[in-house]
């Protein structure tokens, strides 16, 4: 019966309660007396916890899906199905974004430089922070030009440990953030550092500054992408939860990227790969179990 009433309710603006009670078979009284039934404990908790999801899909920035609000939710001590959490969003029609760009070239490995081996070998799974990092460059479009960006990633926490952004793909891009993730991190000797064979990265500059550390090279295979796929992996994340396509310039561009790294994607976006907790709250609790 709940069924029927809910179907009038729901098309009363297209039909005549009249018209569509007596197709059915229902008296009108007992349409408008469930009308004015209170809700069910189960449409109350329902009305509860999508005030509760809508709070979290907002905070995230539109980005979550459902499973990613239901993990924030449990992180909250609220019970609920994923299930549940999935039917009130898709309800609700709340949805994460997601974008497909154009790509302008940022790889060049037709040079006579030298090339590491791939050591990383796809192993993207490591034991603590500063074991591997992975690095690469994307680009993003500005009114101004393309404004390139290249991130080093730790891959233990998926943690943005040093970037740097250039409007040219000249070295100094690829070794500003190769410095900045040193000077944060001060990473052992032996540590492994992964790119793609780019003329950036197989520089000597580059080479030099990671031979000064004690930082291991390895290389991508040529025109492999999957060897690096936890690089890719966070740019297509990257670009399809950025707040706009195309900036109005530059310094927009820097403004919407440093927001993006530095206050949401490290300290509150939840990561998959590391059920679904932060990379800072990750790296807080390998350090928490590793303290003498």
């Known amino acids: ?47 509860q916890l999508l005030d509760q999801i809508q709070t979290s899909f907002t905070a995230s920035r539109r980005t979550y899906g459902s499973p990613r609000v239901h993990a924030d939710l449990r992180a909250q001590n609220v019970r609920c199905g994923r299930k549940r959490v999935a039917r009130l969003m898709r309800e609700a029609k709340l949805v994460a974004r997601t974008r497909r760009c154009r790509t302008p070239r940022t790889t060049d490995s037709r040079h006579g430089l030298g090339v590491a081996p791939n050591v990383l070998d796809r192993q993207f799974a490591v034991e603590r922070p500063n074991q591997a990092w992975v690095s690469d460059i994307t680009y993003l479009p500005t009114r101004e030009g393309w404004l390139y960006l290249a991130v080093v990633l730790d891959l233990y926490a998926r943690r943005v440990v040093g970037w740097s952004m250039q409007p040219t793909l000249e070295r100094k891009l690829v070794l500003s953030a190769l410095a900045d993730a040193i000077g944060r991190r001060q990473p052992p000797r032996g540590m492994l550092q992964h790119s793609d064979r780019g003329s950036q990265y197989a520089s000597g500059e580059y080479q030099a500054l990671l031979a000064r550390h004690g930082i291991v090279a390895s290389m991508s295979r040529t025109g492999n992408c999957w ?39 490290n300290r509150q976006r939840r990561h998959s790969t590391l059920d679904y907790q932060t990379p800072l709250a990750y790296e807080l609790e390998f350090a928490s179990s590793h303290a003498e």
Not at 16 to 43: E, F, I, M, N, Q
Not at 236 to 248: D, R, S
Request: charge should be positive.
């Open 1 to 47: 019966m709940n069924q029927k009433y809910q179907f009038i309710a729901a098309h009363a603006k297209e039909y005549p309660v009249t018209v569509v009670c007596r197709v059915l078979g229902l008296a009108r009284s007992g349409y408008y007396a469930w009308k004015r039934r209170a809700p069910s404990a189960h449409a109350r908790r329902d009305h």
């Open 227 to 265: 060897d690096n796929a936890a690089m890719e992996s966070f740019f297509a994340t990257l670009k399809a939860e950025l707040p706009q396509i195309e900036f109005a310039n530059h310094a927009e561009a820097r403004s919407a990227v440093f927001d993006y790294i530095e206050r949401f994607y």
